[in-house]
């Protein structure tokens, strides 16, 4: 399975409505789990974001629809990436010849 990091910010709106969270979480999860992926760790941190979290999924589809079901409360803004594990991307590099 691919692995995404994904970055959340909450808008105002989000931050009225923050005592949601644990509900809102819970359904996201469960819709993540619902195209066959899941959450492998989230974290609350400090900075330009309030969370972040790695997920797993089957493609980058999956993930997308992810990102809508979450963003449509208009709670969080979110940008996701893609996240190659450093063992492949070194591999990747040995690969690519000298200009």
Same mark, same amino acid.
């Given at each position: 399975m691919a692995r995404f990091v994904r970055l959340v910010k909450f808008t105002p709106e989000g931050l009225r409505h923050v005592? +949601? %969270?644990? +509900? %809102?979480?819970? #359904?996201? #999860?469960?819709?993540? +789990?619902?195209l066959g992926g899941r959450f492998v760790d989230v974290y609350a941190v400090s900075g330009p974001y309030d969370l972040v979290a790695v997920i797993e999924a089957p493609d980058g589809q999956a993930v997308m629809k992810h990102g809508l079901f979450v963003a449509q409360t208009g709670y969080v803004e979110i940008a996701t990436m893609p996240a190659t594990p450093i063992q492949e991307f070194l591999k990747t590099v040995a690969e690519v010849p000298k200009p």
């Open positions: 005592k +949601e %969270l644990p +509900e %809102l979480f819970a #359904r996201g #999860r469960q819709y993540l +789990e619902s």
